[in-house]
Nanobody
Framework: QVQLVESGGGLVQPGGSLRLSCKAS????????MGWYRQAPGKDRELVAA???????RYADSVKGRFTISRDNAKNTVYLQMNSLKPEDTAVYYC?????????????????WGQGTQVTVSS
């Protein structure tokens, strides 16, 4: 069993930056992938970024060039560096992890979820 705890959310002005952290209670080394999802009010949960066990990363088109996902296996932590933030990035951000190499974009494929952290981009 893996427990995930996010941190780093908050209020930031447009154009600003935040770094989210996701600390896992167990080893993330053997997990197939870890991802960051977000959900805005009235919208479906969407994948923002994913990182696979081999280090390959994937991003939603809306955040490419602005967000960077990374992992530190020694610290059992995954990060999401968010730069050039826009008001439309406002959402609750969730960390997720999966043991399987299936459809990484499908949230039902993820076995573990954090509680979420609020990110608000506003002037």
């Amino acid at each position: 069993q893996v427990q995930l705890v996010e941190s780093g959310g908050g209020l930031v002005q447009p154009g600003g930056s935040l770094r989210l952290s996701c600390k896992a209670s167990g080893s993330i080394f053997r997990l197939a992938a870890m991802g960051w999802y977000r959900q805005a009010p009235g919208k479906d949960r969407e994948l923002v970024a994913a990182i696979f066990s081999g280090g390959i990363t994937r991003y939603a088109d809306s955040v490419k060039g602005r967000f960077t996902i990374s992992r530190d296996n020694a610290k059992n932590t995954v990060y999401l560096q968010m730069n050039s933030l826009k008001p439309e990035d406002t959402a609750v951000y969730y960390c997720a992890a999966t043991r399987s190499y299936g459809d990484y974009e499908n949230p039902t494929n993820y076995h573990y979820w954090g509680q979420g952290t609020q990110v608000t981009v506003s002037s």
